[in-house]
C-alpha cells in the first residue's frame, strides 16, 4: 500500500511538471477549458432563467400551482359543477406553509357587452387579498383601481378588451353568463379599472369582478369554480400537493400545475436536455484542442517514455501519468471556471434588462427582464461533461505512449 502511495505520488509529481514544460501551450489549452467551463454554466443560468420566468408566468396565468376542481369542471367549466369553499382539514392545509397563498374562485364563461361591441370572456369572481397572494400585481391596473373587496361591486378588464369593445373607465358594460339552471343572467356594470398583461390573449380574456357579486348574480351561494393553491417553490410541489389531495377527498380533482398544464412541464423537462447539449457541443469544441496538446506533449517525450519503460515502469503507469496531467489541466480549469462564473452570474441576478426583444419574448410569457439562475446542478453538470469527456478524449494519446517499444523510442531523435 506504501508503494502504491509512492508511485501515485511520483507520477503527480511528473505529471505537473511535464504540463508546464511547454507553459505556452498548456496555458493557452487551460485558457479555453476556463472559457469554456464559463460559457457553459452561463448558458445554463440564462436558459434556466428563461425557463423559470416562461413557468412563473404560466403559473400567474393558471393561476396557482395545484388546483381543486369538481372532476367534470376541467371539461365543462360551467357554474353546474361548482364546489364548497375550504373548510375543516383542508382549510386548515391551505393556511400553513409551505402554501404561501390560496384563493377560492369563480371562473366561468361569459359574453361582456358595450355600447359598441360585444366579446366571449372568462369571469372571475375573486377575492382581491386572495387574488394578489397569487401572484396578481395590482400595479398591473394601468387606469382606475383593483377591486376593493370580494363585494365589490364594480368591474376590472384588460386593456386590449376596451380597445375591442371601444369602452374605457367608469363607462357601464353588460355580463352575461348562465345560472345553475341553465337560465341567462345578466347586469349591468361600471368598469372600475383597466390591466394590462404579459399576454394580449390574457387582456382579451379575463374580467375581474368581486366573488360574492359573481356568487349572487349568478345564484351561487357561497359556492366557487376552483381552489387555487400556490407555494414557495413551483419546483417542489411534488413534496405537498398529495396532502392537500387527501384533504381535498376523492370527490375532488386535485392536480398540479404540471398536469394542468402539458407545455409548462415539456418546457421543464427539456431544459435539463438543452443545458446536457450545450456543455457537450461546447467541449466537444475544446476536446480537439485537448488531444492535441497531449499529443504534442507525448510526442516530444518519445524519448523520455521509452527510458521511463526501460527503467521498467510498466505501459499501465505510462498511460496513467498521461491521463492525470490531463486530469490536472481539466480540474484546475474547472475551478478556475467555476470562479469566473460565478463572478459573473451573481451580479446578474437581479435582472438583465432584455426589453428590446421583449414584444417577441412576450409570446412565450417572458417579461422585459431575465434572472439568471444559477444552480448547484449546473456547477456538477459541467464538471461532470468536462471531466468524463476530457478524460475520454485524453484516452487516445494515453494509450499511444503506453504501446512504445522502448528500443524504438530511445532510437528516435
Known amino acids: 500500500m506504501a508503494a502504491t502511495r509512492l508511485s501515485a505520488s511520483i507520477l503527480l509529481t511528473l505529471a505537473w511538471r511535464n504540463l508546464w514544460r511547454n507553459y505556452r501551450r498548456t496555458g493557452i489549452m487551460l485558457v479555453a477549458i476556463v472559457v469554456g467551463v464559463w460559457a457553459m454554466i452561463l448558458f445554463s443560468a440564462l436558459i434556466s432563467g428563461m425557463v423559470d420566468e416562461m413557468v412563473r408566468g404560466g403559473l400567474r396565468t393558471l393561476p396557482g400551482e395545484v388546483q381543486v376542481h369538481h372532476p367534470a369542471y376541467r371539461d365543462d367549466p360551467s357554474v353546474a359543477n361548482s364546489i364548497d369553499a375550504p373548510e375543516g382539514a383542508l382549510l386548515a392545509l391551505l393556511n400553513q406553509s409551505p402554501v404561501t397563498g390560496w384563493a377560492a374562485r369563480i371562473r366561468v364563461p361569459a359574453m361582456i357587452s358595450s355600447e359598441r361591441d360585444n366579446r366571449g370572456v372568462q369571469l372571475l369572481g375573486v377575492d382581491p387579498a386572495q387574488e394578489i397572494s397569487l401572484g396578481f400585481d395590482p400595479a398591473d391596473v394601468v387606469q382606475g383601481r383593483f377591486l376593493q373587496g370580494p363585494d365589490d361591486n364594480g368591474l376590472v378588464i384588460g386593456r386590449k378588451l376596451a380597445e375591442q369593445l371601444e369602452t374605457e373607465l367608469d363607462k357601464r358594460v353588460v355580463i352575461m353568463s348562465q345560472d345553475p339552471d341553465n337560465n341567462v343572467a345578466e347586469r349591468g356594470i361600471r368598469v372600475v379599472g383597466i390591466y394590462r398583461a404579459r399576454l394580449q390573449s390574457t387582456e382579451e380574456l379575463n374580467v375581474y369582478a368581486g366573488r360574492a357579486t359573481v356568487q349572487k348574480l349568478l345564484g351561487l351561494g357561497t359556492r366557487v369554480s376552483e381552489i387555487a393553491i400556490t407555494g414557495d417553490d413551483f419546483r417542489a410541489v411534488g413534496g405537498w400537493w398529495r396532502t392537500i389531495e387527501q384533504a381535498a377527498g376523492p370527490d375532488l380533482e386535485t392536480l398540479p400545475w404540471m398536469q394542468l398544464d402539458g407545455y409548462l412541464e415539456s418546457m421543464m423537462n427539456l431544459q435539463t436536455s438543452y443545458n446536457v447539449i450545450i456543455m457537450v457541443v461546447i467541449f466537444l469544441a475544446l476536446s480537439f484542442g485537448l488531444v492535441n496538446t497531449l499529443v504534442m506533449a507525448v510526442f516530444e517525450r518519445v524519448r523520455e517514455i521509452g527510458l521511463m519503460m526501460a527503467l521498467g515502469m510498466r505501459p499501465g503507469w505510462i498511460m496513467y501519468q498521461i491521463l492525470l496531467e490531463s486530469l490536472i489541466l481539466l480540474v484546475l480549469g474547472l475551478v478556475i471556471g467555476n470562479l469566473?462564473?460565478?463572478?459573473?452570474?451573481?451580479?446578474?441576478?437581479?435582472?438583465?434588462?432584455?426589453?428590446?426583444?421583449?414584444?417577441?419574448?412576450?409570446?412565450?410569457?417572458?417579461?422585459?427582464?431575465?434572472?439568471?439562475?444559477?444552480?448547484?446542478?449546473?456547477?456538477?453538470?459541467?464538471?461532470?461533461?468536462?471531466?468524463?469527456?476530457?478524460?475520454?478524449?485524453?484516452?487516445?494519446?494515453?494509450?499511444?505512449?503506453?504501446?512504445?517499444?522502448?528500443?524504438?523510442?530511445?532510437?528516435?531523435?
Open 340 to 413: 469566473l462564473a460565478l463572478a459573473t452570474i451573481l451580479p446578474m441576478e437581479d435582472g438583465i434588462d432584455i426589453s428590446a426583444v421583449a414584444a417577441g419574448l412576450e409570446m412565450a410569457g417572458m417579461g422585459s427582464t431575465l434572472y439568471p439562475t444559477l444552480e448547484l446542478q449546473h456547477m456538477l453538470m459541467s464538471t461532470a461533461v468536462v471531466v468524463v469527456l476530457g478524460l475520454l478524449a485524453s484516452l487516445i494519446p494515453a494509450w499511444r505512449a503506453s504501446r512504445y517499444n522502448p528500443v524504438q523510442a530511445l532510437a528516435r531523435t
